[in-house]
């Protein structure tokens, strides 16, 4: 599954079956992360790649403890730093959220308090960390994290609200919050999708920087591939709740799964594009596991049409319409099971 | 509304900078629809007045009048005029505070509300006061222990609250507390003894009570509001829980709450602060509309528990066919329900600083 | 039709539920059925329609099931306490039966429910979907007035224009009616102005569908499910409104057994017979609670939010 680089050093953080589950209306539980295993090595930065409804964001959030109460959250292991999260009390767990993790979230407009200043947000993520600062001190402070992250007016924005922020304004004023403590891990949760080429380019200098000097482990979910081939190190791609392949980014073009080729593909180059863009074929073999269970008959009988081949046998790369009907079939019957 | 058209479009146009102005746009804005509903308002009673059956100008001079002294008065009374003009003089009456005169009590008839209002209103800010100290909270633990006891515990509160008659409730209440437990006082404000004893000088009997340093009177007054207060309030908790958990569970669910979590903020705090701040406005205008609906409430709840209110004049009147007062009543409770519901508007605009 | 040969309830249910129906009259009736099972499946909803249904079997079959004659009073079985063996309520200060009051009144109540939204609903229908479908100055005019209307006290008022126009059931009706509209009319227009960009609403515009076609066979049907939904919540508003006028006396009069009347006339005899009072308020609060519950379940059924 995860054929790590050797290291002698423990992980930062180690998930070891992750499973998280959510009841759907009819009562049933359904999974949306099945079996997820991966480890973080200190300071190392991991990109989590997938589609929406792979599960990736979920991952990072259980992580860090703050999946919405309906989740069922369960795995062999879970551990940060060598302490087991599941094993230990929700105020601790939340404790180490504010002091050595930190999370990142998408869009500033939704992911800031509406009613509180910038400022007032940052003091109180600071003052977590240093509770004794006094109010000058503690100005200074902020005013210091805002520039730098390379705000240009750092007083100003101190005072404003995040609705008259910019969206790469908004980004770096969460990263000033949740990097600037420097925190030994940092889930960025899809940080640059809310934003423009330009921006997010800025932003992510940004973020570069910041964790390069607090010697942050990063874990950094998008669905944009070579983003994160360039960003990270080491990638893992999810579907449908399980991964299906770990590398090295570098390593990433000479993927061997089908999925990751599919998805490499789906980024036509702009000198020589093909004449016809490729379609991403799914197999249903990919989904092959306990647990998934077909959602309505239609589904399962569509699926038996197609012989449950394994991963050699399909030659999933479909230019067109060769294999129409089958993969059309075999994609609804896949997304109408598995989320 | 793509090209400013008209002097308002392009006033509307202008750059944030001239917040200022964009301000007192909107304040004239709103006081506009203030006026404009209350016109509403009086010609609605204007209406009303005029569709009673009893021809007014027998009611005044009885059965056996003459054809000249009917037409004179009928000339006095200004019906002999077109309709529109008899709108105008009655809205001028009105902005002059001229209500008329109650039949039953010979008063002009503000003079018989500007007594009995205070009453209504002591009830609905105590009422509404034990709305918010209990409605509020719960509304916010509901939210969070969603689908927990104390949810479904609100959730029957609420219900009931939206299901049961308000006038059968005092009755219940009056028949339980007062006549088998003992624990308050009957029907009124004051028990007979203490009547006068108390300078009305603000409205409130318990507030006078309190400034004259008069405890017994205080107590009495109290053991009387005690019940039409926990029945009205009642409502309020019911009400304003409902809203409250619906906000709070709103709230709850945007990012920004994963954000505070994330930066490692106790539970407490993210629910109190961080969400309930967000809860603010909303919640404001909620509890000036229960403010509203409670004075309508009243209405009902003073004649089961003798509440020399605004709702006891009305019902009074109304049993005994006094127009004058029924209508002027009528305008009052509807000028004021309309001041606390455009009020509302106003409030969001102040504080909400997206709004600005 | 039908899958396979044998009608058993498995292969009703298959052919309701099936993902593909091959009339229109199947596919209604699939959507009928999933909402059905979506109502069933909350427990206290079913528990609202239940005591609906038993209201309106009273109502309907009244003068089958009362054991006793509303309105004959008996003076010598003045104030019978419940559970007396000819009264299974008791009776009032008149010798009157309770139970047999309770039974006719309840087509009072909902004779006067009923008819305030048969009234109100079409009204707020028309004024709403006409406001936000023509647009423009009409669309203004139609909704300041609505606005206006809706600022205003609704049970105030109603007692005012019942006070007018004088007692009686015909005259609560439209007092109650005058107040109730403007909700309705709000409702419709904000249904009508998301409906109205749908493309299927383009598309038979397109065909040369005339606009009041278009309003009437496409918009105005659209929206009644939520306007449904909102009369049922209301129906307990007006319950509770129409027991209010009738506690005033200015609802159905006597001797005429108003539950809301039953009550007031209960007021003087509450220290020593406190049931003349209390049942009827019971009767009251079960049928409100009954409506809210069973709007409740709608709402659920027919929330966008669900999907289907």
């Keep these: 599954m995860a054929h790590d680089l050797p290291t002698s050093a423990a992980p930062l953080a180690a998930i070891d079956d992750l499973r998280i589950a959510f009841r759907g209306h009819d009562g049933r539980f359904s999974e949306a992360v099945r079996g997820l295993s991966l480890t973080l090595q200190k300071g190392e930065r991991l990109g989590i790649v997938g589609e929406s409804g792979s599960g990736k964001s979920l991952t990072g959030r259980a992580l860090l403890g703050l999946l919405p109460p309906a989740a069922r959250v369960s795995a062999r292991a879970l551990r ?9 009390p929700p105020r601790e767990r939340r404790r180490l959220c ?77 990263i000033a919050m949740m990097v600037s403590t420097g925190p030994r891990l940092l889930v960025a949760d899809e940080p640059t999708s809310a934003l423009d080429v330009l921006v997010s380019a800025q932003v992510l200098g940004v973020l570069d920087e910041m964790i390069a000097k607090h010697d942050t482990g990063l874990i950094f979910i998008s669905h944009d591939l070579p983003l994160v081939m360039s960003f990270c190190d080491r990638v893992v791609v999810m579907y449908a709740g399980r991964v299906v392949e770990t590398c090295a980014a570098r390593d990433l073009l000479h ?73 059309r079939a075999a994609r609804s019957g896949a997304h109408g099971a598995c989320r | ?258 954000t505070a979590r994330a930066k490692g903020l106790p539970e407490r705090r993210v629910v109190w602060v961080h969400a309930l701040r967000n809860v603010m406005v909303p919640l404001l205008t909620v509890i000036a509309l229960s403010y509203s609906f409670l004075l309508e409430g009243s209405v009902l709840t003073e004649i089961v528990f003798a509440w020399p209110g605004i709702g006891s004049y009305l019902t009074g009147a109304l049993l005994n066919a006094d127009m004058n007062a029924v209508l002027g009543s009528t305008l009052v409770i509807g000028a004021t329900f309309i001041a606390l519901n455009l009020l509302t508007d106003a409030l969001y605009r102040v504080f909400d600083p997206r709004a600005r | 039709m039908l899958p396979s040969s044998e009608a058993t309830p498995q292969n009703w249910r298959a052919w309701l539920l099936t993902d593909t129906p091959a009339s229109r009259r199947q596919a209604a009736l699939g959507r009928a059925y999933r909402r059905w099972r979506r109502f069933a499946a909350n427990p206290l909803s079913l528990f609202g329609l239940a005591i609906l249904l038993l209201l309106i079997l009273f109502a309907a079959a009244g003068p089958l099931v009362a054991p006793h004659d509303p309105l004959r009073q008996v003076l010598a079985d003045r104030l019978l306490p419940p559970g007396s063996a000819s009264h299974w309520l008791g009776t009032d200060q008149l010798g009157r039966d309770i139970l047999s009051r309770l039974i006719y009144g309840s087509r009072i109540t909902l004779s006067i429910a009923i008819l305030v939204v048969v009234v109100v609903v079409p009204i707020g229908l028309l004024i ?73 609403i383009h598309v038979a515009r397109l065909q040369g569908a005339s606009r009041r076609r278009i309003l009437l066979r496409y918009i105005v049907p659209l929206c009644s499910s939520s306007v449904i939904v909102r009369a049922t919540l209301d129906m307990a508003g007006i319950i509770l409104t129409v027991a209010g006028l009738g506690f005033l006396g200015l609802g159905a009069q006597p001797p005429s057994p108003e539950w809301g009347f039953m009550v007031a006339s209960g007021r003087n005899v509450l220290l020593d017979a406190w049931w003349v009072a209390t049942i009827p308020g019971c009767a009251i609060l079960a049928v409100s609670l009954a409506f809210n519950l069973l709007g409740d379940g709608l709402r659920d059924v027919f929330d966008p939010r669900h999907g289907d």
Excluded at chain 2, 29 to 58: H, Q, S, Y
Excluded at chain 2, 215 to 242: E, K, T
């Design chain 1, 80 to 88: 940060f730093d060598g302490a087991d999260l599941l094993a230990m």
């Design chain 1, 255 to 327: 993927a061997q799964h089908p999925y990751t080729r599919g998805l490499l593909a789906a980024n036509p180059p702009l000198a020589n594009p093909p004449d016809e863009l490729p379609v991403l074929a799914r197999d249903p073999a990919w989904l092959a596991d306990t647990g998934c269970a077909p959602r309505d008959e239609s589904a399962t009988r569509a699926g038996s049409d197609m012989d449950n081949s394994t991963d050699d046998s399909a030659s999933t790369l479909a230019d067109s319409n060769a294999n129409g009907d089958a993969n």
């Design chain 1, 98 to 174: 504010g002091r050595q993790m930190g999370m990142i979230l998408q869009d500033p407009k939704f992911s800031l308090n509406p009613v509180m200043t910038v400022g007032a947000q940052l003091r109180e993520a600071f003052a977590r960390h240093a509770p004794k600062l006094g109010r000058r001190e503690m100005r200074e402070k902020i005013v210091d994290a805002l520039a730098a992250v390379h705000i240009r007016n750092p007083e100003r924005v101190a005072a404003a609200y995040p609705h008259e922020l910019s969206g790469g304004m908004g980004q770096r004023v969460m």
């Design chain 3, 128 to 200: 709403g979907t006409t406001a936000g479908f023509f647009g423009g100055w009409l669309d203004n005019l139609l909704m300041r007035i609505t606005d206006i209307a809706l600022a205003f006290p609704k049970i105030v008022l109603a007692l005012a224009f019942a006070a007018a126009l004088g007692p009686g059931v015909i005259n609560a009706v439209i007092a109650i009616s005058i107040t109730a509209w403007p909700a309705y009319a709000r409702l419709a227009r904000a249904e009508t102005l998301r409906l109205v960009e749908a493309d299927y």
């Design chain 2, 1 to 258: 509304m793509s090209t400013p058209v008209t002097a308002l479009d392009r006033l509307r146009a202008l750059p944030a900078r001239n917040a200022g102005l964009r301000a007192a746009l909107f304040a004239l804005r709103w006081l506009i629809t203030l006026a404009v509903t209350f016109v509403g308002l009086l010609a609605v009673t204007f209406v009303i007045g005029r569709k009673v059956p009893i021809d007014p100008v027998l009611a005044v001079l009885g059965d056996r009048a003459s054809a000249s002294a009917y037409a004179a008065t009928r000339a006095a009374l200004g019906l002999d005029k077109p309709l529109a003009v008899q709108f105008w003089i009655y809205a001028r009456d009105v902005l002059h505070g001229n209500l008329g005169t109650s039949l039953l009590t010979s008063n002009p008839v503000l003079t018989d509300i500007q007594r009995v209002f205070p009453a209504t209103l002591e009830l609905a800010t105590l009422s509404t006061v034990i709305g918010v100290l209990i409605g509020v909270p719960l509304g916010v633990l509901a939210a969070v222990r969603h689908n927990r006891l104390i949810d479904h515990v609100a959730r029957f509160i609420g219900l009931v609250g939206s299901s049961v008659p308000v006038f059968w409730l005092g009755l219940m209440g009056l028949l339980l507390f007062y006549a088998k437990l003992h624990w308050v006082s009957g029907p009124g404000r004051l028990d007979p003894v203490f009547d006068g004893m108390v300078d009305t000088r603000t409205g409130s009997l318990l507030i006078d009570a309190l400034a004259a340093g008069e405890w017994d009177v205080f107590f009495n007054a109290l053991s009387h509001i005690a019940l039409p207060a926990a029945i009205l309030g009642y409502y309020s908790v019911a009400y304003l829980s409902r809203m409250t958990r619906s906000f709070m569970l709103d709230q709850l669910s945007q990012e920004y709450i994963t």
